[in-house]
């Protein structure tokens, strides 16, 4: 088997792997999108919220929030043991971090409390992005008396903690590592020299989305920059009236993307789902050598 990094930043990672079955390399992204665990606000306790969102959507926004879980892999117990601690409203310190906010708006100005401003009981544990809205205040002045004059402000407020555990994206999708794990067929695309016109014709040039033909000395190539951005759309073959290209996929190559949501490392996601999977695995193995005589 071989793997080559066709591009790598950050948050996400594109890959070429030759010599893996397809069944295998499906895997490895079903894993990644299911069973890696990272945290997540599950449990939110509103003590106050005059604002004008619903508590419920507050607390959809808080669980949506991606939370760095590097750490938190090795600190946290696994989430099948934490959710029934969770549903018990027992929030011990192994398995939950708490998050808290407060805020409170000012008449004729409207306050914007961000992901940033969740106070954490670990710092290891954060928002990973500092700028997510989450709730906006206000407030203003009311008169309550007409012949007085007299006003009082009324200001919205709100107070809450938020608990985060472990989970999986099986469970939710507010626990998956990644937003994106796709993969694709390489293409290997041919060119019959015989039947090509070049120059006299040219369609698939026009035609082709991704650019992936262009002439070089007046005879009609696949660019090598480009032949991996191709869809498999086959509209070059349509377009082409003499038939000479011919589109096929390459067997046992593939290009997988994955695009992480910050929560983990690129390399730490690809190694935890390899984990787990070689975990279900030798889980098989196991049974089947002690149940199967």
């Known amino acids: 088997m071989e793997i080559q990094v066709l591009e790598k930043n950050p948050l996400s990672i594109r890959l070429l792997i030759r010599g893996l079955p397809l069944h295998v390399l499906n895997s490895i992204r079903r894993t990644i999108l299911a069973e890696v665990p990272t945290m997540a606000i599950d449990y939110v306790v509103f003590l106050v919220n005059s604002s004008v969102f619903y508590d419920e959507y507050i607390a959809h926004r808080l ?9 938190a892999l090795d600190k946290y117990k696994s989430p099948e043991e934490c959710v029934e601690a969770g549903e018990r409203n027992i929030f011990s310190s192994d398995c939950f971090v708490t998050f808290t906010l407060e805020g409170t708006g000012e008449p004729g100005k409207v306050i914007t409390l961000y992901s940033g401003d969740l106070k954490t009981s670990d710092p290891s544990v954060k928002p990973v992005y500092d700028k997510i809205p989450i709730v906006a ?5 009311v008169e309550i008396d007409e012949r007085s004059k007299i006003t009082k402000p009324e200001i919205q407020e709100i107070k809450l903690e938020a608990y985060a555990r472990l989970g ?14 796709a993969h694709k067929y390489v293409p290997d695309i041919n060119i019959d020299y015989s039947r090509c016109t070049g120059l006299e014709c040219g369609k698939c040039v026009d035609t082709c989305p991704r650019n992936v033909f262009m002439f070089k ?7 090598d920059d480009k032949v991996l951005e191709c869809t498999l759309c086959r509209l070059c ?3 082409c009236p003499n038939k000479a290209i011919d589109v096929k996929w390459r067997e046992n190559e593939y ?9 983990l490392k690129i390399k730490r996601i690809l190694i935890e789902a390899t984990k787990i999977l070689e975990g279900k695995i030798n889980d098989l193995l196991s049974k089947i050598e002690s149940e199967v005589k």
């Open 217 to 223: 000395d007046n005879k009609l190539i696949v660019r």
């Open 63 to 71: 669980g949506l929030i991606p939370l760095t879980s590097d750490e």
């Open 255 to 263: 290009i997988l993307f994955i695009e992480s949501t910050g929560a």
């Open 168 to 181: 999986r994206g099986k469970e939710h999708a507010k626990w998956s590592p990644v937003s994106v794990a």
């Open 237 to 239: 073959e349509e377009i």
């Open 137 to 141: 205040l206000t407030g203003r002045i």
